[in-house]
């Protein structure tokens, strides 16, 4: 071996960092490999949001949680299924209860985390909470990093701005607390220039902290530098071979080796074989999520499980979004009133207000049966007028190429409206009326759209009677296409509740661990709430380092 260290992390997403904080608080070396040349993984361009039953932020707030209620919650919603080994009872239960305690060891090793006021579990089911149980980072200041912040990896939103405040904004023409928020935050924007600060929020703010403490600890940590080749001596996994520029170097890890170098939403191959007919320009990841360390696994005898599984997101791509892997979420556009979804025959198929992943799923469901993908995102002129449509402020003002490439497509009647997207004028003016009944009536007969809290929440707080009901009826009508996007796949190498990565007959690959979306996900192949996969990416890392250090002290 060229270098040795005790433990050495593959990627460097949260998991990988909060291992490095763990490993150090111990004594122990840690070497963090990336293959990109920026820190940080999808998480760092994500919401970094992580699902966290009973933590010290809700007990803060004096909202009501407990390990019961969390561990009932996953047990009704993802339940036990065979093809979900990643998701068994003895996992869920581990997360229940290890969560909250990595996040009090985050807070213990300085990191600034808060929770979204506001933001219900996806489901209404036994032990759902309504307040819900999003941990966030504080704003950091990426400046803090000195010459590591041009290496970060930068965010979506580049506003010193908290999540909760930024999902105000698009009311800002209706609403009085929106404009409030602006102006707190063009104050911060304005106070950042004047002291030379670069606060950022979101996942770049919790991967710029996270990287900022392992840096400060004494973590090591080494860009453009891609791991080729687990080394396997005797069955134990005790280091990794990798390329480094030119150069071929083999590092050893005493304790043992930490995979979290994401899923496979950017390997078409892969997608192909496990996922068929998804594409993997319909990702929101980076172009690095490309399942390289879940085949090297797979190579040296590691169980897999759940390849099937993905965290959707409906997605549009306005003109030129495919080159520049920009697609456009569309979760919180189908939610709001006067709009539908609907198949390609013109039928809706799903609640438009349940969450991403959901919604998501039904459409591939749906398209076994009827071509459904592409969807279309039906409205009318109330909605363009009041709600952002595909990144886009409201208003009938849209960029010139939607309507000369047919992104936006648009019709005087529905029967117009239908001839221009090759849909049956006659059905989706029923689909229509009958929604437009339900609307009237003040209740979604069909998929009980409006009836649970999450979907509520996810509406427009400022429409009358219903949050999300509203009355397509009012000319000209418009329509967009939607594809199945995700954030991330939810299948990869299996691990036990020590995140040690297992064989297919159940045993252990010795000194091999695995967290994120390397793995088959805790969650099954449900999201059970915002932060499904980034929280338990950081408590299966912080959890990997534990037993490393507990078998190190042992040995």
Not at 288 to 297: F, K, P, R
Not at 361 to 368: F, I, Q, W
Not at 370 to 376: C, E, I, N, Q
Request: net charge neutral; aromatic share 8%.
């Amino acid at each position: 071996m060229d270098q040795t260290f005790d433990f050495v992390a593959v990627g460097s997403g949260g998991g990988s960092m909060c291992a490095a904080l763990a490993l150090r608080a111990a004594g122990r070396s840690v070497l963090i490999l990336e293959k990109s040349g920026l820190a940080g993984g999808t998480t760092a361009a994500s919401g970094g949001v992580m699902w966290i039953p009973n933590n010290r932020y809700m007990k803060d707030a004096g909202v009501v949680d407990s390990l019961e209620a969390a561990t009932a919650y996953l047990d009704a919603v993802v339940g036990e299924r065979d093809d979900w080994p990643g998701a068994s009872r003895a996992r869920r239960c581990t997360y229940a209860e290890q969560a909250p305690k990595m996040i009090d060891f985050l807070a213990d090793q300085g990191i600034r985390l808060r929770r979204i006021p506001s933001w219900p579990d996806y489901y209404d089911a036994p032990g759902a909470s309504v307040p819900g149980r999003a941990v966030v980072s504080e704003l950091f200041d990426i400046n803090r990093l000195g010459e590591w912040a041009a290496r970060l990896r930068p965010g979506f939103l580049p506003l010193p701005a908290n999540l909760d405040e930024a999902m105000q904004l698009p009311l800002l023409k209706r609403s009085w607390t929106a404009k409030k928020v602006l102006a707190h935050i063009i104050g911060r924007t304005v106070a950042d220039k004047l002291t030379g600060r670069q606060r950022r929020t979101a996942g770049q703010a919790l991967q710029g902290q996270l990287l900022y403490a392992s840096l400060k600890a004494g973590a090591e940590i080494r860009l453009d530098t891609a791991v080729r080749q687990l080394v396997v001596e005797e069955g134990r996994v005790t280091g990794v071979l990798v390329n480094q520029g030119q150069a071929e170097h083999r590092i050893a890890a005493r304790l043992g080796v930490l995979i979290d170098a994401g899923g496979f939403a950017r390997n078409q191959r892969l997608l192909d074989r496990y996922i068929p007919g998804t594409l993997a320009q319909w990702s929101s990841t980076i172009a690095e999520d490309t399942g390289d360390m879940i085949e090297e696994g797979l190579r040296i005898g590691a169980a897999v499980a759940q390849m099937s599984e993905r965290i959707g997101m409906q997605i549009a791509l306005p003109p030129g979004s495919a080159d520049k892997l920009l697609q456009a979420g569309m979760q919180n556009d189908i939610c709001k009133p006067h709009a539908i979804v609907v198949d390609q025959s013109g039928v809706r198929y799903a609640n438009e207000a349940s969450s991403h992943p959901e919604f998501s799923r039904r459409m591939l469901e749906h398209n076994r049966t009827a071509p459904a993908v592409p969807s279309w995102m039906v409205f009318d002129s109330q909605y363009l007028c009041t709600y952002m449509l595909a990144g886009t402020m409201p208003g009938t003002r849209k960029p010139p190429s939607w309507s000369q490439e047919k992104f936006l497509r648009q019709g005087d009647t529905l029967e117009k409206l239908a001839a221009q997207c090759g849909l049956e004028g006659a059905r989706l003016r029923a689909t229509i009326e009958r929604f437009n009944r339900f609307v009237g009536s003040g209740r979604d007969e069909d998929f009980q759209r409006g009836d649970h809290p999450y979907d509520r929440w996810v509406g427009d707080p400022l429409h009358k009677p219903s949050n999300t009901l509203g009355a397509i009826d009012r000319g000209p009508f418009y329509a967009v296409q939607l594809y199945p996007g995700d954030v991330g796949t939810y299948g990869g190498l299996l691990t036990d509740t020590h995140a040690r990565v297992l064989r297919p007959d159940g045993t252990v690959i010795a000194g091999l661990y695995a967290t994120g979306t390397s793995t088959a996900s805790v969650m099954g192949g449900v999201e059970v709430g915002p932060g499904g996969s980034i929280g338990p990416a950081l408590t299966w890392g912080y959890l990997a380092a534990r037993h490393a250090i507990a078998e190190g002290t042992q040995a």
